[in-house]
């Protein structure tokens, strides 16, 4: 079954905390996402990765695929930053078809 | 750009009652995609459209049916609502597989 599970659930921080949002999933993947949710309920994709690491302002995802585990690290948070992060792969057989975490609630406080 | 664009943003229905969901985009991708969110469970795919002519089933396809109008719209029809299709279904499209996905707002819908 291929299962992709993040850690932690919940997640409170203060204002400047550096984040850490986990991903493992359980089989060979050509790629893996990392989407934020905002409160409001809109999606947007922050990440796109199959190997290494990849940067965008505070936001830093990293995976390594030998380990099949991923994270997704903000820097200096800010309470605008507090959405659910959402990670999910992709894999071999259909290429169109994603599979997603449950997602992770991140609240930062001010 | 309006980008993905969902109608309508909420429903309620009856159960029996039918009712397409309508989702464009402005953007000429390639493929696009139907899912629901449930509370507590991942983002599951209902259907999707590689390219403009082809639709295949995805994850949770029953009760469901698809149409790709053309390249920027793709709708989602349900024939017959049951109190289970409650969710909130979101559409997305990207250039392809290899592309990073473009959500539209979500539309909640609730089937009583």
């Known amino acids: 079954k291929n299962e992709v599970e993040q850690s932690p659930q919940n997640l409170t921080a203060q204002e400047g905390e550096f984040i850490t949002i986990n991903c493992s999933y359980s089989v060979g993947i050509s790629a893996l996402h990392w989407l934020q949710q905002h409160p409001g309920g809109g999606i947007v994709s922050l990440f796109m990765?199959?190997?290494g690491k990849k940067k965008h302002g505070r936001l830093i995802a990293t995976i390594n695929i030998q380990e099949k585990h991923s994270s997704l690290h903000i820097t200096a948070s800010h309470p605008r930053d507090s959405a659910v992060y959402i990670c999910a792969f992709r894999w071999g057989g259909s290429n169109y078809k994603l599979t997603f975490g449950k997602g992770t609630l991140l609240t930062v406080n001010p | 750009n309006a980008g993905v664009t969902q109608t309508p943003k909420f429903q309620v229905l009856k159960t029996g009652q039918s009712m397409t969901l309508q989702c464009a985009q402005d953007?000429?991708?390639?493929?696009m995609y139907w899912y629901r969110q449930d509370p507590g469970m991942g983002l599951r795919l209902i259907y999707y459209?590689?390219?403009?002519?082809?639709?295949d089933k995805g994850e949770v396809p029953n009760g469901y049916n698809v149409s790709r109008l053309n390249k920027r719209e793709f709708s989602l029809r349900l024939e017959s609502a049951a109190p289970s299709q409650t969710s909130v279904y979101f559409c997305a499209s990207n250039q392809g597989s290899s592309y990073e996905q473009y959500f539209g707002p979500g539309t909640r819908l609730t089937v009583t």
């Open positions: 459209s590689a390219s403009e002519g082809t639709t």
């Open positions: 990765l199959s190997s």
């Open positions: 953007m000429n991708h390639n493929s």
